[in-house]
């Protein structure tokens, strides 16, 4: 009961934070959804990784980890390889044309068409797949770990998560309504001290349970390698293209995960902010992949048999009363944090590049932050949908793999065309626009196909080629014609030297990392 009640009080703190940092300014667009674009490194960098972690990864991850160990690590870790492009590259490019969204920087480049089809894709993206997601996860722990609690409910697992989906989903889209980018940020700022605080205490648990951190390499050191065999269905080293080309959309041209950086105050801020961000990866990788792992150590004799169901076993076995209350705040921030960020960019996205450039082009600026709650309202109605689809798929039948494969394979049949978007927009001069947009259907009929010939590959393999083949396809003809982009040289910008050094040494450490855990 005192967990509860712990849990009680998070909401009730977060919700009040949301509403004292609500804008009175109802008929500024800027404010609302870029809170004047005044934001300085500190807020840009832990909301951006706030915003980047959700509950998912505590347990779709760490039961992945618990599977395949350390090599899940791949997925945080070079993440730093797109912060750092995306920081040097894509950032300065944005700030100078002072976008608002992603996709007024591809109607510049590449006209009204591809600029409507990726605000189109985004918002199916975000709206159904990763908002379901998110609040599927947090019912899910909420439900496993005070099943006691929450049984009044239902005597079916699967409507007590439905009816907790959709109290989440209500929950966080209210302060972001209300509130915006500014509420946003300010939530996400208190929730980062609690997913840390919680994360760093589980990850100590765990290891003090599996006998300490030598014990890693002595009873799991199987699992400590990040690079598996080649043959290996899920994560094969060969997996490295794909998953760093994917990460140039994610951190480069995802307008929920650079909507920070695009309302920093100063390019100094947005780069800082975004390789301090990079830094924190590190430590997010230490308390979402090492307990997974070790896990696996304490439960050799008695393995599980739905990995999803680690976390929740950690917490519901080796934590005492009061301290698991805390854990789970920790993992509600984690859900809140890309919950709300979710909400905000994609009411952005709908409000300016749909409702204002091809719906009411008159739209006055009262007009657009009003569509952009009511985006908030549709998107909480879409992600709930989903998450209660994917209720279905989890209770109907008990998954032998962690679903997180199954939730990333699902959303690179759109992602794959994004990276040809953005590395074509930055890297080549004047490409085709049906090039593009040719390059980015195909796309995605290119992944189902490869699905099809080669099965037992990994998806993050197949996902490289079809990016890299896609990719060919606009810049060989773009090349014959009209010759290479100016010299990346050009291309980079850099606030200061420092902030050149800090992202060398960042990158420096990503290859440090390849090679003393290969």
């Known amino acids: 009961m005192v967990d509860f009640g712990i849990v009680l009080a998070y909401f009730a703190v977060i919700f009040t934070i949301g509403l004292w940092a609500r804008t009175d300014s109802a008929a500024d667009p800027e404010e609302y959804f870029l809170s004047s674009r005044s934001l300085r490194w500190p807020s840009i960098a832990i909301s951006t990784i706030a915003t980047n972690i959700g509950a998912g990864h ?55 068409q591809i600029a409507l089809a990726y605000a189109l894709l985004m918002i199916v993206l975000y709206a159904l797949f990763y908002l379901g997601t998110a609040l599927f996860w947090a019912a899910y722990a909420l439900d496993g770990i005070f099943t006691e609690m929450v049984a009044w409910i239902s005597d079916s697992q699967a409507v007590r998560l439905a009816v907790l989906i959709a109290a989440l989903g209500a929950f966080s889209a209210v302060y972001t309504y209300l509130g915006g980018l500014r509420a946003v940020v300010r939530t996400d700022l208190a929730q980062f001290v609690l997913l840390l605080g919680g994360g760093l205490i589980t990850v100590t648990v765990a290891v003090h349970y599996l006998g300490g951190w030598a014990a890693l390499f002595g009873k799991t050191g199987h699992l400590m390698h990040l690079h598996l065999p080649r043959d290996h269905q899920t994560l094969p080293w060969t997996a490295l293209l794909g998953m760093n080309l994917l990460n140039l959309n994610y951190w480069g041209a995802n307008q929920v995960i650079l909507q920070r950086a695009l309302a920093a ?112 309202l549709g998107t909480l109605v879409t992600g709930v949908l989903f998450a209660f689809t994917v209720v279905f798929f989890k209770t109907g039948s008990l998954q032998a793999d ?117």
């Not at 050799?300 to 705040?329: E, K, M, S, W």
């Not at 199954?406 to 049906?434: D, Q």
Request: charged share 15%.
């Open 58 to 112: 505590f347990l779709s991850v760490a039961g992945a980890a618990y599977v395949d160990g350390l090599a899940l690590a791949n997925f945080e870790l070079n993440a730093i390889f797109g912060i750092v492009v995306a920081t040097f590259f894509f950032i300065p490019l944005y700030l100078r044309l002072r976008v608002v969204t992603i996709s007024q920087f591809f109607e510049q480049r590449f006209g009204p």
């Open 265 to 376: 105050k100063s390019l100094r801020d947005a780069q800082v902010g975004l390789l301090v961000g990079g830094v924190l990866k590190y430590v997010m990788l230490l308390i979402i992949v090492i307990p997974g792992i070790a896990m696996a150590g304490i439960l050799a004799d008695a393995p599980l048999d739905d990995p999803d169901t680690v976390y929740i076993t950690l917490v519901n076995q080796f934590l005492p009363a009061g301290l698991r209350g805390l854990i789970v705040c920790g993992l509600f921030a984690s859900l809140m944090s890309t919950v709300d960020s979710i909400f905000n960019s994609v009411s952005t996205l709908w409000s300016i590049d749909i409702y204002k450039r091809h719906l009411r082009k008159d739209a006055s600026p009262y007009d657009i932050v009003q569509m952009g709650k009511m985006a908030i």
């Open 402 to 518: 962690p679903l997180t494969h199954w939730f990333n394979e699902l959303s690179y049949y759109v992602k794959n065309g994004f990276v040809v978007i953005v590395t074509a927009a930055v890297f080549l001069i004047r490409p085709s626009r049906r090039l593009v947009l040719g390059a980015l259907l195909s796309s995605m009929a290119m992944y189902p196909g490869f699905t099809l010939v080669w099965p037992e590959t990994s998806y993050l393999v197949r996902s490289g080629w079809v990016i890299v083949l896609s990719f060919a396809a606009v810049a060989v003809p773009t090349f014959i014609r009209q010759g290479w982009r100016i010299p990346l040289r050009d291309l980079f910008a850099a606030s200061d030297k420092g902030v050149a050094r800090l992202g060398a040494g960042l990158l420096a450490s990503l290859v440090v990392a390849h090679v003393l855990f290969h």
